[in-house]
């Protein structure tokens, strides 16, 4: 089974900020290999994109042939039992299968 972590970083989108686009990803990188570690007997690729992030996730997933996107829901304080603006644009527009996931680990 082949697994992608994929983050993105919408606060690097204006075209003043592609020239730090390597320096964002370098930084962001250690914190999706750390959880790659994880996957132990996956085969994982680490990606980091730039740019809304519903469509972003799903620009990436329809372009690598994605079959499934899991998501984390949005766990803010106050807004826990409600699903993230991000993985409801997920859900509405994907063409593949979505799972959503909770953020956190009930105690």
């Known amino acids: 089974m082949n ?3 994929l983050t993105v970083r919408e606060d ?15 930084e ?3 914190m999706l290999e750390s959880a790659a570690k994880r996957l132990v007997g996956y085969s994982v690729k680490e990606h980091v994109g730039f740019g809304q992030a519903g469509e972003t996730i799903l620009e990436y997933a329809e372009s690598n042939g994605m079959d499934t996107i899991i998501i984390s829901r949005a766990t803010h304080s106050g807004w826990s039992m409600f699903v993230g603006s991000v993985a409801v644009h997920i859900v509405k527009y994907a063409k593949c299968i979505v799972i959503i996931v909770p953020e956190k680990e009930k105690k």
Do not use: H, N
């Open 12 to 26: 690097y989108k204006s075209p003043e900020a592609l020239y730090e686009t390597e320096k964002v990803v370098k």
């Open 28 to 30: 962001t990188l250690p």
């Open 3 to 5: 697994i992608t972590l």
